[in-house]
């Protein structure tokens, strides 16, 4: 079955420097999630992004994080100046129509360190 | 807003008995409710959905939950567990027409042999 996948597993980085988390979601797939979860907490919505712009935002994605899609493939997650409570696991999903939150595709997740 | 409560972050269940994961929603219209599966180091997997139509969905590895609009509840289960059903699992709701995805906080199932 295809997946979605992320890059890198793992990430440290230290508290201030951007970031820049990465996604292959499935190749026929028109609509692009971020999630988070913050060790011990809920998983949370942050973003959707559909024909290359964000369709829906949560509180959480405030002016230091930002969204791509910078070729037909990848699907990149942007934060310009990190900080301690960024610190959780980040999952990109994707969906194949309109009515894809029917059902996400997840990716494995990228869990990121701020130090 | 919508939110999801799951009861009971860790269950605790032997081979071969009926699993009961239990979630609760608040919603101000008409919810689509979602029960997904994450086994260790990998992402969610969709088990099954309610969006419409009968309130009994049935949908992988056996599993069922009931949608009760009186109740406002969408509860998991399966008859007979099995050792390979050692997961998380997470109930999430959204509301028609929006793209986010509302989860609950999870709920740990061990399997015991």
């Known amino acids: 079955e295809p997946e979605v996948t992320q890059t890198p597993s793992h990430q440290v980085t230290q508290m201030g420097q951007e970031v820049i988390l990465r996604c292959v979601p499935i190749?026929?797939?028109?609509?692009f999630y971020w999630y988070r979860q913050i060790l011990g907490q809920k998983v949370e919505f942050l973003v959707s992004f559909y024909n290359n712009e964000i369709s829906e935002k949560s509180e959480i994605f405030d002016d230091q994080f930002s969204v791509e899609r910078p070729d037909g493939s990848n699907f990149t997650l942007k934060i310009r100046s990190t900080k301690l409570e960024d610190s959780a696991m980040y999952f990109c999903?994707?969906?194949?129509?309109?009515?894809?939150?029917?059902?996400?595709?997840f990716g494995s997740g990228t869990q990121l360190s701020v130090l | 807003a919508q939110s999801v409560t799951q009861l009971g972050s860790h269950v605790s269940v032997s081979e071969g008995a009926l699993v009961l994961l239990r979630c609760n929603y608040s919603?101000?219209?008409?919810?689509?409710l979602f029960w997904y599966v994450q086994y260790p180091n990998q992402g969610l997997q969709l088990l099954l959905k309610?969006?419409?139509?009968?309130?009994l969905v049935k949908g992988i590895n056996g599993f069922e939950a009931e949608f009760k609009k009186s109740e406002t509840s969408f509860h998991l289960t399966k008859p007979s567990a099995h050792m390979s059903d050692a997961a998380e699992y997470f109930c999430a709701v959204s509301e028609a027409g929006r793209r986010a995805l509302t989860f609950g906080s999870g709920t740990r199932l061990q399997v015991q042999p």
């Open positions: 999903a994707s969906s194949e129509d309109a009515r894809g939150y029917e059902k996400l595709f």
């Open positions: 190749s026929n797939h028109l609509y």
């Open positions: 919603s101000s219209v008409p919810p689509y």
């Open positions: 309610y969006t419409t139509g009968a309130t």
